[in-house]
């Protein structure tokens, strides 16, 4: 099992059920992926959730409730359900912050809890097949998915 590097001509054929990019603005990829998801990405990038009023989380201490609402940080993976619109199941889009140990742990952490489908990562610029598969090592030893160059 090994990491196979597809060119740009075949990224976008089938032959992955999860599809991982960085946020838009970081790779070139993300936007071609948009246009073809309807402007889900760019729709949800500008979203801000609404904020629990105060008196609401007042109550809720003095009554011992638990919070039902937990706001997600903007450094969270947001999934998208594709499959009507691209030849995957999900996409999902995961924050770039600069470095690929982390990147490549919260890919990593997403792809676990899908319980390991079959990936195709879309590197963000710069990144070299060579690094992201040392820092995927650190998290995972399974290899047998295909990756994008920018």
């Known amino acids: 099992m090994a990491l196979n590097v597809l060119s740009q001509a ?5 032959g992955s059920d999860l599809w991982v990019v960085p946020q838009l603005g970081k790779s070139q990829w993300t936007g071609k992926l948009d246009w073809y998801l309807n402007f889900q990405l760019c729709k949800s990038s500008r979203h801000h959730s609404a904020n629990v009023p105060v008196f609401l989380n007042e109550v809720l201490k003095e009554t011992e409730q638990q919070k039902f609402y937990r706001p997600m940080p903007n450094s969270s993976p947001m999934m998208i359900a594709s499959e009507t619109l691209l030849p995957n199941r999900w996409v999902v889009v995961v924050p770039w912050d600069e470095n690929l140990g982390s990147w ?9 809890g899908l319980q390991q489908p079959t990936m195709r990562v879309f590197l963000p610029p710069g990144q070299s097949t060579g690094n992201f598969q040392q820092a995927w090592s650190k998290h995972q030893s399974f290899q047998d998915f295909t990756v994008v160059l920018d």
């Open 10 to 14: 075949g990224a976008l054929n089938p």
């Open 104 to 112: 490549c742990e919260s890919i990593s952490q997403v792809w676990s």
